[in-house]
Structure formats: structure tokens, C-alpha cells
């Protein structure tokens, strides 16, 4: 069975760091991209880049180029998104998905993980 | 980038009735490489059509797509009580793939 289970809720500060993740099973993690998708409170849905595990190819949306940046670790089957310093406007629920080839659609999603920001 | 218009906003039908839920690109969506996707509140989007007109696996025969181009379109047939929830368009014929602003299906 495909799964992709991400991290749990975090909560931070502005000016911290964050990085979340999404360990992809019952698949072959290196054969298919992994998206990451924002969705703010109340909102719809952001693409905001992909990454292909096999190499490490990775695409960003010009919305979220210079702002989060996308890896994965092959060895454990994990794909990661992180933040080098937070805004409150970070604050939302990502998903990460898995996508049949670099463009395509998304059957299989992660649960979600809600980044919250304040001070 | 291409932008995707969905309308309506707010669709208000009765459970039995047929829905047509629309998503215009601002510019060609090539082969056709559009999906339709259902969430509702607290799940992750539920992936229903893609390919514009191709149903995922396990998706009742009532949702149906159709369109190329710039136009398409999603149709619920025969509207259950589970049907009601947000639908949102993503086209991915271009980088970056985009998603439309979605259309909140609500009961009437």
C-alpha cells in the first residue's frame, strides 16, 4: 500500500528555522516525484515545487523560488521541505503528493502538516 | 504561469440534482492535462479526473470531465450528501502547474 506520512504540527517563531517531511513506503520512493502543495487557512490550493528522489531534480513555482527549499534523502525515503526563516505569512497546511512523472497529477497525498508562525 | 478561473464561486444544489462546475485556463492547457480534485474540511484533496476526462481509481461513474483547450468542465450527475465539499481544477501541462481558486459545492 502507497503511503506518505509527513511530521507532525509545529509551531514557531518568526526568524526560525523549520524543516518538515514526508516519508514516502510501499512504492519505489526513487521512481516518482513528490510535490508539496500550501494551502493557508480558509484557502486553496498552492503548487509549490517537486522533487524526483531517483537524482534529486528538483522545480520550484516562481512564487516559492528563494523562499522554502525542496530535498529528499533516498536512503530513508524521505522528501523534505524547509524554511531558513519564517514568516507569519508561512502559516498554512502543506501537503506533500506523489506525481506519476514531472508533470502530472496527484493520487496519493500525505496527511498534512500545519506550520503555525506567531510570536 | 496559467491561471485557472473556476465558476461558480459557490454552487448550491439538493442532493439528486446534477452539478456543472467550471475552470477556464488563461491560456491552452496542453494535452489536455488537466485534474479534478474533491476535499473536504480536515482530509487532503481526493483526486477524482485527470487526463481531463479519465476517472482516478475508485471514483463513482457519476463524476465525469470533459473540455480542452481553455474550457472545461466537471459534472456530478446525481448529487450524493457526500458530494458536498470543494472541488478544485490543476492543470499540469505547464510549469508551474497551477491550481484553480475552487468552487465550494453546499447544500441547498
Known amino acids: 500500500e502507497v503511503q506518505l506520512v509527513q511530521s507532525g504540527a509545529e509551531v514557531k517563531k518568526p526568524g526560525e528555522s523549520l524543516k518538515i517531511s514526508c516519508k514516502g513506503s510501499?512504492?519505489?520512493?526513487?521512481?516518482?516525484?513528490i510535490g508539496w502543495v500550501r494551502q493557508m487557512p480558509g484557502k486553496g490550493l498552492e503548487w509549490m515545487g517537486i522533487?524526483?528522489?531517483?537524482?534529486?531534480?528538483?522545480r520550484y513555482s516562481p512564487s516559492f523560488q528563494g523562499q522554502v527549499t525542496i530535498s529528499a534523502d533516498k536512503s530513508i525515503s524521505t522528501a523534505y521541505l524547509q524554511w531558513s526563516s519564517l514568516k507569519a505569512s508561512d502559516t498554512a497546511m502543506y501537503y506533500c503528493?506523489?506525481?506519476?512523472?514531472?508533470?502530472?497529477?496527484?493520487?496519493?497525498w500525505g496527511q498534512g502538516t500545519l506550520v503555525t508562525v506567531s510570536s | 504561469e496559467i491561471v485557472l478561473t473556476q465558476s461558480p464561486g459557490t454552487l448550491s444544489l439538493s442532493p439528486g440534482e446534477r452539478a456543472t462546475l467550471s475552470c477556464r485556463a488563461s491560456?491552452?492547457?496542453?494535452?489536455?492535462?488537466l485534474a479534478w480534485y474533491q476535499q473536504k474540511p480536515g482530509q487532503a484533496p481526493r483526486l477524482l479526473i485527470y487526463?481531463?476526462?479519465s476517472r482516478a481509481t475508485g471514483i463513482p461513474d457519476r463524476f465525469s470531465g470533459s473540455g480542452s483547450g481553455t474550457d472545461f468542465t466537471l459534472t456530478i450527475s446525481r448529487l450524493e450528501p457526500e458530494d458536498f465539499a470543494v472541488y478544485y481544477c490543476?492543470?499540469?501541462?505547464?510549469?508551474?502547474?497551477?491550481f484553480g481558486q475552487g468552487t465550494r459545492l453546499e447544500i441547498k
Open positions: 503528493a506523489r506525481q506519476p512523472h514531472s508533470s502530472g497529477w496527484y493520487y496519493y
Open positions: 522533487i524526483y528522489p531517483g537524482d534529486s531534480d528538483t
Open positions: 510501499g512504492y519505489s520512493f526513487t521512481s516518482y516525484w
Open positions: 487526463g481531463a476526462s
Open positions: 490543476q492543470q499540469y501541462g505547464s510549469s508551474p502547474s497551477t
Open positions: 491560456q491552452s492547457v496542453s494535452s489536455s492535462y
